[in-house]
């Protein structure tokens, strides 16, 4: 499958000599801080997920997954709107609006995101009510309104009600003496409009009734009830067809769904805090209650109750979206645990496994003879849990080090980490208690591993411990060896079936002991170190690319071939973009394959018109780092960064060479791959906008599908 890297840029030499632009000095006129070079951040975001939602149309995809990306869409709203949008409001609310890059001011930009979100919304439900949900009810699996329910259904509801509702709700009416309560971030909740007086004499004439969490939102009607298919109701409809029984002797006049999403981003000043799992405990329940960002109502809400919301939470009219179904659709994605529809689903694929890591062989053995490269999920995840189980009860094992960012809720690796330590090994663990919405998961694991007898340390205050890194010290003969892992994704086997990441398992001495360096580095003190073959952040790796990058436009000034591909999930640091822009007026081949957010606008005459973007979308979450550069002594890196601020100035990251020609030759012809793809790709434009490439074949296969057939 693998050409010669040598081979990969023949044609880009015959390119350059013909090229227009290919003797541009990089000091030409060209102001490359100009705000017109620079796409904004925001707006690159939204421009992702609507391409993400995009995959709820297209009829290739098997419905139940077209559902599923419906709900990714707004799951990764609400996560847009809890985290970026909450810091654009902060500095309008602190006085403090800054430019970005692109120039446009945090005002501007909110204002242009919720038109567009607005319109997102609307094509959203659109494409729920008039396309999937028609297409269900074909495949008897029924989602039922009230209006839809047979007297059967009417009976049942009421006594669902009564049993499983009624003890767990806390009706509130509002007046004096019940103010407006604090609603939990994304709550489920109905505003109502009351006449009549209570027991007390009381006549607000407003209430609210919270939808308690511990219930599902989506409920499976028995089959005594409805046999035929699968029949599902919302508890918003059970909540409102009997929300009248909370407030006896009155008329319920108005009732409406309705949902608050808060800020959820935790704030730790480095200042005074001397324990940071006790000071994110603080911050973990904070979150729950932080400022509003956006209101979702029903469609037929009315004004006064929407401007009554609207004022409670401190938001404006333009922070409200009316949604024509239910306000808290994600959570239909219980729906996939709740059916058995494998023939509505994408086919269960069996990642493969390398002969030398097949189940039962000697890792260690494996990885002695010669490096072994994983890429999941088109290859299993496996052999790295394997390998910490061997580790841990090898009598020759004597340490064993790692990071963990993110991993699954039972996690098999911290099992391992914690049966190692017992067994008497040296076992430290770099959890990052700061990982965004696994700051909870991740206490838990730590108080696992300490209670194993495991060193727990929790990374650098101030800066995210983002890297992959598992080290492991075996006495082989009368002398140590160390041998590591290194990937570009988390331990976490659940996401290694859904993310696309690389992984390296080495025994390589200098790789090795480099990574030993970077450990001693977060879990002690001292100065800067210096790697020989890693390459890390926050310290020298923005600089090391941009070099790199450099060393590419030299060599295209001089007439030679040039060429830079990155597949990345986004791109935003400004030095990185004018490296990029000065390479491609230099004659530089620049190839990005950036699945979300992209800053750097391809294709603008002089500027960046040797430079191609293309994202893909697809079953899998890409998700991997990889670097190319055709004139660097090593061409292929692989990374757990992204070239972003945070990731370069703000994390502790590492990126690793590929030493072995045969896996970076690999790598690189799976990266030709992705940028020929045209069933699941889009291509950037020079106005920031993506075209949607086709192939006029129409049994022409995705580059995922292609290589789950390659290598699984």
């Not at 995101?113 to 659109?126: F, G, K, P, W």
């Not at 109701?233 to 407030?247: E, K, P």
């Not at 892992?485 to 331990?491: D, E, K, M, R, S």
């Amino acid at each position: 499958m693998a050409k010669n890297i040598s081979e990969m840029d023949t044609e880009s030499a015959a390119s350059l000599e013909s090229h227009p632009t290919s003797n541009l000095q990089p000091e030409q006129a060209i102001d490359l801080n100009e705000t017109q070079y620079f796409e904004n951040r925001e707006l690159s975001y939204i421009k992702f997920n609507l391409r993400v939602l995009s995959q709820a149309r297209d009829p290739d995809h098997p419905l139940l997954e077209r559902l599923m990306f419906l709900l990714i869409f707004s799951s990764n709203l609400d996560e847009f709107f809890e985290i970026r949008m909450s810091g654009l409001r902060k500095q309008l609310d602190f006085g403090r609006q800054r430019p970005g890059p692109d120039g446009k001011y945090p005002e501007q930009v909110l204002d242009i995101i919720h038109d567009q979100v607005r319109e997102a919304l609307d094509e959203q439900y659109r494409i729920l009510n008039d396309d999937l949900l028609p297409s269900l009810a074909k495949e008897n699996i029924h989602f039922l309104y009230r209006h839809e329910w047979n007297e059967e259904l009417i009976n049942w509801t009421e006594n669902y009600f009564h049993d499983q509702v009624v003890p767990v709700v806390s009706p509130l009416g509002l007046d004096p003496a019940h103010p407006f309560p604090r609603l939990v971030n994304k709550s489920l909740n109905f505003i109502l409009s009351l006449n009549g007086k209570d027991a007390f004499g009381r006549e607000s004439g407003l209430a609210v009734v919270p939808a308690p969490r511990s219930l599902p939102r989506l409920i499976k009607v028995p089959k005594r009830i409805m046999p035929d298919g699968d029949n599902f109701i919302f508890l918003s409809s059970v909540i409102h067809a009997h929300v009248d029984q909370f407030f006896p002797g009155m008329t319920v006049t108005e009732c409406h769904q309705f949902r608050v999403t808060r800020n959820s981003d935790l704030e730790m000043s480095n200042v005074e805090v001397e324990d940071v799992a006790s000071a994110l405990q603080g911050e973990l329940h904070s979150r729950r209650f932080g400022a509003a960002t956006k209101l979702e109502v029903g469609k037929e809400c009315p004004e006064n109750l929407t401007n009554f919301l609207l004022q409670r939470f401190n938001l404006k009219e333009d922070a409200l979206f009316r949604l024509d179904g239910p306000v808290n659709l994600q959570r239909l994605m219980a729906l996939n645990g709740m059916i058995n529809r494998p023939d509505l689903k994408f086919p269960i694929f069996s990642p493969g496994l390398p002969p030398a890591l097949e189940v039962g062989n000697d890792i260690f053995y494996a990885v002695d003879k010669d490096d072994q490269l994983l890429h999941h999920p088109f290859q299993s995840f496996l052999p790295i849990i394997d390998w910490l189980r061997q580790a841990a009860k090898d009598p020759t094992v004597l340490s064993i080090k790692q990071t963990l960012y993110r991993t699954n809720e039972s996690s098999e690796l911290v099992e391992a980490l914690a049966e190692a330590a017992r067994n008497g090994k040296e076992v430290t663990v770099v959890i990052e208690l700061r990982a965004r919405f696994d700051e909870k998961e991740n206490m838990h694991f730590a108080s696992i591993l300490q209670e194993a007898g495991a060193v727990v340390v929790y990374g650098v205050m101030g800066y995210k411990t983002h890297a992959k890194m598992l080290l492991i010290v075996r006495r082989v003969g009368d002398k140590l060896k160390r041998y590591a892992h290194l990937g570009t994704g988390n331990y976490h086997r659940k996401n290694s079936l859904l993310y696309t990441d690389y992984g390296l398992l080495t025994a390589d001495k200098t790789i090795c002991a480099d990574v030993h360096k970077v450990f001693q580095q977060i879990t002690g003190m001292g100065k800067k170190i210096h790697p020989k073959l890693l390459i890390h952040a926050p310290f020298n790796l923005r600089k090391s690319l941009i070099r790199m990058i450099d060393t590419e436009k030299e060599a295209a000034i001089a007439g030679q071939p040039a060429r830079v591909i990155a597949k990345l999930n986004s791109l935003t640091d400004p030095d990185v973009i004018k490296a990029l822009y000065g390479a491609s007026m230099a004659g530089v081949k620049v190839d990005l394959i950036v699945r979300g957010i992209c800053c750097l606008k391809p294709g603008m005459p002089i500027v960046s018109e040797n430079i191609r973007v293309v994202s893909i979308v697809g079953r899998f979450l890409e998700h991997s780092r990889v670097y190319y550069f055709l004139n660097n002594s090593n061409q292929v890196y692989c990374s757990s960064a992204d070239w972003m601020e945070r990731n370069l100035s703000h994390r502790i990251e590492v990126c690793f060479p590929i030493l072995k020609k045969k896996w970076a030759s690999r790598i690189v012809a799976e990266m030709e791959m992705y940028l020929e793809d045209e069933a699941q790709s889009w291509e950037m434009q020079a106005n920031g906008e993506y075209v949607e490439r086709f192939n006029l074949d129409e049994q022409a296969e995705g580059i995922q599908t292609l290589l789950l057939k390659q290598l699984s």
